[in-house]
T-cell receptor, first 116, second 115 residues
Framework: DGGITQSPKYLFRKEGQNVTLSCEQN?????MYWYRQDPGQGLRLIYY???????QKGDIAEGYSVSREKKESFPLTVTSAQKNPTAFYLC???????????????FGQGTRLTVV | AQSVAQPEDQVNVAEGNPLTVKCTYS??????LFWYVQYPNRGLQFLLK??????LVKGSYGFEAEFNKSQTSFHLKKPSALVSDSALYFC?????????????FGKGTRLSVIA
C-alpha cells in the first residue's frame, strides 16, 4: 500500500534526551513536512523539505533538527533544547506536478511524544 | 502573510440536521483552500479542496464547501449530519498556491453530532 508511515506511534523521552521520530513515504513525493499539534493551537510547521538534501525552517524550528538524505525519508530529531516537547507530531508529504494537480498533502498517523 | 481563522472551537448539531463549520482566510492572491478531518489520535484525512472554477466543491463522505471570494470564506457543509462525523476539522490554505509551499492551518473546530 502507498502511504506515509510514522514510527513509533507513542514515544516517551526523559528530560535532557534527544529522540528521533521516523517518517517514511512510498508515494514518490518530493516535498515533506513536519507539524506539531497541541490542543487548541492547530498545526504549527516545524520544518519542511522540497527536495532531497534541502530543508527550510518553519514557524517553530527551535529545538528541532531534520535531515533529508533520501527522498523517502524525513526524520525529525527533538533535541534537549526543546523546552516543551510533549505534543502530537504529524508528518506529511506532497507530490509535485502541474497546476491543479497534486495539490493536497497526505498525512501520516502521527507520533505522540511525552516527556517523563 | 496568509492566515486562516476558524471562529468556532466547538460546533454541536443533532443527527440528521445540516451542519456548517466556518472558515475565513486572509491571503494576498488567489489561494488554494483545503478541509481536513482528524479522528482521535490519528493523522489528518483530506476531505476536499478549492483550486479554481465552481465555487461549490464536493468532497468525501458527503461534505461540500462553498468558496466565497467577496467574504473570503470557505465554509464546510453537509446536508444531514451523522454521529460518525464527530471529529476535529481543520481548514487550511496554501499561498502562493502552486509549488510545495506548506499549508497553513486554522486552529480546528470540534464537531459533535448528537444522536
Amino acid at each position: 500500500d502507498g502511504g506515509i508511515t510514522q514510527s513509533p506511534k507513542y514515544l516517551f523521552r526523559k528530560e535532557g534526551q534527544n529522540v528521533t521520530l521516523s517518517c517514511e513515504q512510498n508515494l514518490n513525493h518530493d516535498a515533506m513536512y513536519w507539524y506539531r499539534q497541541d490542543p487548541g493551537q492547530g498545526l504549527r510547521l516545524i520544518y519542511y523539505s522540497q527536495i532531497v538534501n534541502d530543508f527550510q525552517k518553519g514557524d517553530i524550528a527551535e529545538g528541532y533538527s531534520v535531515s533529508r538524505e533520501k527522498k523517502e525519508s524525513f526524520p525529525l530529531t527533538v533535541t534537549s533544547a526543546q523546552k516543551n516537547p510533549t505534543a502530537f507530531y504529524l508528518c506529511a508529504s506532497k507530490g509535485s506536478s502541474g497546476v491543479g494537480m497534486n495539490t493536497e498533502a497526505f498525512f501520516g498517523q502521527g507520533t505522540r511524544l511525552t516527556v517523563v | 502573510a496568509q492566515s486562516v481563522a476558524q471562529p468556532e472551537d466547538q460546533v454541536n448539531v443533532a443527527e440528521g440536521n445540516p451542519l456548517t463549520v466556518k472558515c475565513t482566510y486572509s491571503v494576498s492572491g488567489n489561494p488554494y483552500l483545503f478541509w481536513y478531518v482528524q479522528y482521535p489520535n490519528r493523522g489528518l484525512q483530506f476531505l476536499l479542496k478549492y483550486i479554481t472554477g465552481d465555487n461549490l466543491v464536493k468532497g468525501s463522505y458527503g461534505f461540500e464547501a462553498e468558496f466565497n471570494k467577496s467574504q473570503t470564506s470557505f465554509h464546510l457543509k453537509k446536508p444531514s449530519a451523522l454521529v460518525s462525523d464527530s471529529a476535529l476539522y481543520f481548514c487550511a490554505v496554501r499561498d502562493p498556491p502552486g509549488g510545495n509551499t506548506p499549508l497553513v492551518f486554522g486552529k480546528g473546530t470540534r464537531l459533535s453530532v448528537i444522536a
